[in-house]
């Protein structure tokens, strides 16, 4: 099942092509190299209990997020349903205090990890961006304080 690009913020999000993707080599990874890498070692006679902690939560990781690829859409985009405003998988160029430019992209907070782009939905960051639309100045309540960023520029494409 697809979802369109554009989703009501309040509801659970899809994952972005990508970010689906990078879960599932996550999950890969954890199955075909880290487990098999520590399974010896969890029956040796003087095993190290953090091998076993490791393998573990290794394994709670990937059933969490097999879990959440049965559980959750992949978006697509949706051109046409573009009316300007940030949304959740858009790649967004801001503008910090410090005048200093950077790209981000609201995703699905298992997402957020994947690279250095990607902010949770639920960061006070997104949060602020989510349906503004270029140009604006958005203030952020963070933790850290309140602070502004200009939107530069939207790019719809939930690709990359």
Same mark, same amino acid.
Not at 67 to 84: H, I, K, Q, R, Y
Not at 93 to 108: F, K, Q, Y
């Given at each position: 099942?697809?979802?369109?690009?554009?989703?009501?913020?309040?509801?659970? #999000?899809?994952?972005?092509?990508?970010?689906?993707?990078?879960?599932?080599?996550?999950?890969?990874?954890?199955?075909?190299?880290?487990?098999?890498?520590?399974?010896?070692?969890?029956?040796?006679?003087?095993?190290?209990?953090?091998?076993?902690?490791?393998?573990?939560?290794?394994?709670?990781?990937?059933?969490?997020?097999?879990?959440?690829?049965?559980?959750?859409? +992949?978006?697509?985009?949706? #051109?046409?349903?573009?009316?300007?405003?940030?949304?959740?998988?858009?790649? +967004?160029?801001?503008?910090?205090?410090?005048?200093?430019?950077?790209?981000?992209?609201?995703?699905?907070?298992?997402? &957020?990890?994947?690279?250095?782009?990607?902010?949770?939905?639920?960061?006070?960051? &997104?949060?602020?961006?989510?349906?503004?639309?270029?140009?604006?100045? +958005?203030?952020?309540?963070?933790?850290?304080?309140?602070?502004?960023?200009?939107?530069?520029?939207?790019? #719809?494409?939930?690709?990359?």
């Amino acid at each position: 099942m697809t979802t369109t690009l554009h989703r009501d913020a309040t509801k659970a #999000p899809a994952l972005t092509p990508r970010g689906y993707a990078l879960i599932s080599e996550r999950i890969a990874h954890i199955h075909d190299q880290r487990l098999p890498e520590l399974r010896p070692l969890l029956t040796e006679r003087e095993r190290d209990e953090r091998d076993v902690a490791e393998f573990e939560r290794l394994l709670e990781e990937a059933i969490a997020l097999e879990a959440l690829l049965a559980e959750t859409d +992949v978006m697509t985009d949706d #051109p046409a349903g573009f009316e300007g405003r940030v949304g959740i998988g858009m790649r +967004v160029r801001i503008t910090l205090a410090d005048g200093s430019e950077t790209w981000v992209r609201p995703v699905h907070p298992a997402e &957020a990890f994947l690279d250095d782009e990607r902010i949770s939905i639920t960061s006070p960051l &997104a949060t602020a961006l989510l349906g503004a639309r270029s140009s604006h100045v +958005v203030w952020i309540d963070a933790p850290s304080g309140v602070w502004a960023c200009t939107i530069v520029e939207i790019d #719809p494409s939930i690709h990359g």
